[in-house]
């Protein structure tokens, strides 16, 4: 092999400019597609998180905290009550919790607004009032 097989064969080892700007141009096309698809996501995610919660995840420790007690935590006492014994009354004899691993945060940071009994139900209401932190008709309810 002489001197300038060797040039020819070392010139012919990388990409040219054409071809890099050309893949970046068919990345860029395919970004374009998908990032669209994704854009909003992110709260509708949010949203279903906090229905979860709502519909689901706190009511259910609030059903075995009373079922241990024999009634829900007052309003005063609060979400509060899943995790650490209240103090204040009525005190509950029998409570086996924590019925919850963390404290009760909407998605959005807030806390899930709670009272027993409820205005909107005879149990309890309890809802978040979503990312705007106020209510209005974003908030994610456990009524209607």
Known sequence: MNLTDQIKISESKGFTLVEIMLVVIIIAALAAMVVPRFVG???QAKVS???ADVDS???TA????????????TTGQGLS???AKPDT?????????????????????????????????SDFDLYSEGADSSSTEDDIKNWE
Do not use: C, M, T
Not at 62 to 73: S, W
Not at 95 to 111: N, T
């Open 89 to 121: 009354p009525p005190v509950p004899k029998n409570w086996a919790g924590p019925y919850l691993e963390k404290k009760p945060v909407d998605p959005w940071g807030s806390q899930y607004v709670y009272a027993s009994p409820g205005k909107h139900r």
């Open 41 to 43: 996501r992110g709260e």
């Open 49 to 51: 998180v906090a229905r």
């Open 57 to 59: 995840h706190i009511p």
């Open 62 to 73: 609030l059903k075995l905290y009373e079922l241990d007690n024999g009634r829900f935590p």
């Open 81 to 83: 009550a899943l995790q």
